[in-house]
């Protein structure tokens, strides 16, 4: 048997459970690695790669955990955890950019930049890890004007690659990896230990929320909703648009939902130097028409907003640690989508919701993105999903089919899927357009010949149904359910 690594546990060993489902998910697969590794250098991560190169082991890498689905978790393979992994965080002032980890969490980051007074659109999830947020392109702050944080503040990445080599990836120096690394999630075929972002100077942050009793008039509402939106400035603006039940936070609630009111959640955050450029910003929501005032629930009116407030408002809507289990679905909404397919096509995906905790996300983004620049490549007029949340494992079953049937429902309208919302055991919708897969399967040939990294064949089925059956018999995940 070889010898374990360093900063590693093994089956069997007392810490090895714990670390095995340290994910943000309740519902951690029966899948057991062979070991696994939280390196602290980017030179322990080459010595572990080399080893699972010695031994015949697959590769996952895990940052945060956020992936509802666990695919790092290979059986009999080699889990990279990059929690711990270069620790320090860098700022250089001449060029503005940052050096982080994979395994640094929003909240690490956005504290270290606010003490320099600099911003860097991060998650909106204080607990989210940069490694696979950024792979996977980064829905972040303000994407509506700004577009995917990958797109346009990340500079360059260190990148351990298959064959165990330290290699630096921007657009100029191994391009062809640096272009498919956005957009690629869980399917990126090497380990990211280094990511150097590109910062601006911190300006406030403001927002405001209304709150409407949507049950009699849903339809109606998201039109409005849906039509307003387009007469909001598009830059230093995140509108954000949720529906859950009136009885979503009742401590003595059970599984479904008693009350069967669905609220409609109306939220625009803004990035602005005060209140009254905030106001403008969010004026658009200020005559809010008389059919829609008497199902008014409540108004929180525009204010200046922390950090802190905003990841509680974030949690609130996805708690953790008391036994919550999570489905994800989601489309990308096809800029030729008419409004009124949409509507129709949604509604059962944000309306019917299953479970007392769960909820649904409309949130427009207007990014038409130019496959040339980099894998990331699916043009998107609005991010739809719908995360569910159950705590019995008994409903596991029943959720898994309602997702797919709303989402097999809502794919009419859909130009594919965000990346990290892809389950290889789920629906098969794109994750690039057909030209950009084809050029990022190529990459990744070159690149990882050996197969060390599975997580492609999934995408790649969806060019090719036959690819992932032909792999299935040595494909690691085989227990994942």
Avoid at 83 to 107: C, F, M, W
Avoid at 133 to 140: I, K, T
């Amino acid at each position: 048997m070889a010898p374990l690594l360093a900063n590693s546990v093994s089956k069997g060993s007392p810490a090895y459970d714990k670390l095995r489902r340290s994910f943000f998910n309740e519902r951690v697969p029966d899948v057991h690695p062979t070991e696994i590794v939280s390196p602290k250098t980017t030179g322990e991560v080459v010595t572990a790669v080399e080893s699972a190169r010695q031994r015949g082991l697959k590769i996952g890498v895990r940052s945060g955990g956020h992936l509802f689905f666990c695919n790092s978790l290979l059986e009999n393979g080699l889990l990279i955890d990059t929690s711990n992994l270069n620790q320090n965080i860098k700022y250089d002032a001449a060029t503005e950019i940052a050096t982080v980890s994979p395994g640094h969490r929003v909240e690490a980051v956005i504290n270290y930049l606010r003490r320099i007074n600099r911003f860097f659109p991060a998650g909106h999830s204080r607990s989210v890890a940069l490694g696979g947020f950024l792979l996977a392109g980064g829905q972040g702050w303000f994407v509506r004007g700004w577009g995917y944080t990958a797109d346009r503040w990340v500079a360059q990445i260190e990148v351990v690659t298959s064959d165990g080599k330290v290699v630096i990836a921007n657009k100029s120096q191994n391009a062809e990896l640096f272009w498919a690394a956005p957009g690629s999630g869980q399917g990126f075929f090497g380990v990211v230990t280094r990511i150097w972002i590109r910062t601006i100077p911190a300006r406030k942050l403001y927002d405001m929320t209304i709150i409407i009793d949507s049950t009699e008039i849903f339809k109606k509402l998201l039109k409005y909703v849906i039509e307003t939106s387009k007469k909001v400035p598009k830059y230093g603006v995140d509108l954000f648009f949720s529906t859950f039940y009136a009885d979503k936070d009742d401590p003595n609630g059970g599984h479904e939902s008693k009350a069967k009111r669905v609220f409609f959640l109306i939220n625009e955050m803004m990035f602005a130097d005060s209140i009254e450029e905030a106001r403008v910003l969010g004026s658009p929501w200020d005559a809010l028409p008389d059919e829609f005032k008497k199902y008014t629930v409540a108004t929180i009116p525009l204010a200046e907003r922390t950090w802190e407030e905003l990841w509680a408002a974030q949690e609130s809507f996805q708690p953790q640690g008391n036994g919550e289990r999570w489905n994800v679905d989601s489309i990308l909404v096809d800029p030729n989508a008419s409004d009124d397919d949409v509507i129709d096509a949604v509604t059962p995906a944000l309306f019917n919701l299953p479970t007392r905790h769960s909820s649904g996300t409309f949130c427009p983004i207007d990014y038409y993105p130019d496959e040339r620049n980099h894998a990331l490549s699916l043009p998107q007029k609005t991010y739809v999903s719908t995360m569910l949340c159950w705590k019995d494992a008994k409903y596991d079953a029943a959720m898994d089919k309602w997702l797919l049937d709303a989402y097999t429902k809502a794919d009419r309208v859909s130009s594919g899927v965000y990346v990290a919302d892809f389950n290889v055991k789920h629906r098969k919708p794109k994750v690039m357009t057909d030209s950009a897969l084809s050029k990022w399967l190529q990459i990744r040939e070159k690149w990882d010949p050996s197969e060390t990294f599975i997580g492609h064949r999934g995408f790649a089925s969806t060019l090719d149904p036959s690819y992932e059956h032909r792999n299935s018999s040595t494909n690691p995940r085989s227990k994942l359910s």
